[in-house]
Each structure stands twice: as C-alpha cells, then as structure tokens.
C-alpha cells in the first residue's frame, strides 16, 4: 500500500514486514490447528514467500497498542480470458482477544487498498462451508458468492 496505512479508532492496518515473521508465523500454525491442520510454516519459509526473490505473498497486519494482532495474506489471481488481475485474500486471522473490535474490517479494507495499488480488478475470498459466520462476515463487506465453474482438481508436485 502507498499510502503509509489505514487507521481506525482501534487498529491500525500496514505492510507486513520483516520483523512480524514471528509473531504472524505463530498466528499461522494457530489457524491451521484450528482447522484442522498440520502446520508446517516458520518465519523463515514466510520470509521468503514474503521477501524473497519471488515473492509469491502480499502480507499487511492490524497493530493494536502496537502490538501485531491480526494478519491478512493475498495471493495473485487472474482471469485470463478478460486480462483481470485479481488478488485472492488467502488468510485473514485475528487473535481472540482481538475479535470483534473491527479489526478483521480494516484488514479487508487494506486488502481492498492493496488490490487496487495493484491495479486489480477484483478480490477473491473463501470460506468452508461450514463457516457460516466467516460467509456472513465476508456477505456483509460487500463480497457476493460466486461458484466456480466446474470441479476443481488439485496435484501433489
């Protein structure tokens, strides 16, 4: 985001930098766990997709008394048969203590920021089906659902 970062009343959204690799890295493993999943990630690989040559993530974090409190991750979409780039927002997390504050809105709001420096045309996100209060959220933000055609496929590389 040019501009420096999105502040209201109880948070502040900026750019991920590197001395937040920690605390999202951790922040990370406790959404995987809550899902379900084996976490694999630490600051380093973070750092990298992050930072590194290829940079393959956008990161922004919400501070809170200037403390890391939350964290939004984008990744690079397209649609090729219209020339739309797009950015998909891949995690959004607050910590629990956080929640309910408006925190997770200022994210997608730099989200939508980020998108647009971007020049983006679009932003993406998902939730399970069973998470009918993230759909609610993401409803009430202005984000419609949307199927994608057909079945998608995934490969273990």
Same mark, same amino acid.
Do not use: K
């Given at each position: 985001m040019q501009s420096d970062d999105i502040r209201e009343g109880r948070g502040r959204v900026r750019p991920m930098d590197r001395h937040d690799l920690a605390v999202v890295a951790d922040m990370i493993v406790r959404l995987a766990r809550h899902h379900g999943d #084996?976490?694999?990630?630490? @600051?380093?690989? /973070?750092?990298?997709? !992050?930072?590194? &040559?290829?940079?393959?993530?956008?990161?922004?974090?919400? &501070?809170?008394?200037?403390? +890391? +409190?939350?964290? @939004? !991750? %984008? +990744?690079?979409?397209?649609?090729?048969?219209?020339? %739309?780039?797009?950015? #998909?927002?891949?995690? %959004?997390?607050? /910590? &629990?203590?956080?929640?309910? %504050?408006?925190?997770?809105? !200022? !994210?997608?709001?730099? @989200?939508?920021?980020?998108?647009? &420096? @971007?020049?983006?045309?679009?932003?993406t996100v998902g939730a399970r089906a069973e998470n009918g209060r993230a759909q609610d959220f993401y409803r009430s933000l202005g984000f419609q659902p949307h199927l994608a055609a057909g079945q998608g496929f995934a490969m273990t590389l």
């Open positions: #084996d976490p694999a990630i630490d @600051a380093a690989r /973070l750092e990298v997709d !992050l930072f590194g &040559e290829a940079r393959w993530l956008h990161g922004l974090v919400v &501070e809170r008394f200037g403390y +890391v +409190v939350g964290y @939004a !991750l %984008l +990744v690079p979409r397209y649609r090729a048969q219209l020339t %739309l780039r797009g950015l #998909d927002l891949h995690h %959004l997390f607050v /910590l &629990e203590g956080s929640r309910g %504050l408006g925190l997770g809105r !200022l !994210l997608v709001a730099g @989200a939508q920021a980020a998108a647009r &420096e @971007a020049g983006c045309a679009f932003l």
